[in-house]
């Protein structure tokens, strides 16, 4: 892979329909990583060679995005999403200990008995900015289902200072007072999550939207440079002023 080839990788939005409304599983990244730094994100990262293995093995060799999804929610949070077999928190935070000193994901789901549901995950979007960032990635964004019970995030160390549930209205407030910092395409799908209470209505909505990827381009509005996306994709905001659209 060249320096000008995006990196696949994938993210996973994690929802969890609580009686007071919905909340996701978000992390604040570290202020010393080389991509989003001090940013808050959904979790996740590149596809790396043995989540294409995973995926070979379960039958889906084109599904290793969502291998990678669920991989990295449990390496930056200890959230075991779409993971069957997982009764309680306290086997999460095994799965995630045992990642971080270098277990290979494959085993340690052998080794527990437990299996991956990549039917659970569903595709909401892919992004694929093409600005001069130092990485240029091509994400693939899946929505799932949080699991049964009641689940504290512990953040990876070295990579995330915080990893929390919250509302998505409730993040873009705190991204709105200057409380937390979020990058473009989290700030949009942030938006679009907010316009739902329920999880079967996120699902409804990304069923009706098309996952062609979104690559953003800078246009002159009222005199001033926006970084646009297309209309049509379910997203109620479409443009933001380029001073702002890296970082709120």
Partial sequence: MTNDEPIPAATLVVWNDRPHGPEILVVERSAKMAFAAGAIVFPGGRVDPSDRKIAAAYGQPGEAAKVTAIRETVEET??????????????????????????????????????LDLDSLTAFARWMPAFKQPRKFDTLFYLASAPPGEWRPHPQEGECVAAEWASPSALLERIDRGEASAIFPTKRNLERLAQHGRLEAVLADARNHSIETIIPWVEDIDGAPHVRIPEGRGYPVISEPLATAFRA
């Fill in 78 to 115: 200890g959230v075991a999403a779409a993971i069957i077999g997982v009764e309680n928190e306290r086997i999460g935070l095994e799965l995630q200990q045992a990642l971080h000193e270098g277990a290979n994901f494959a085993d340690l789901l052998v080794r527990q008995g437990l299996r």
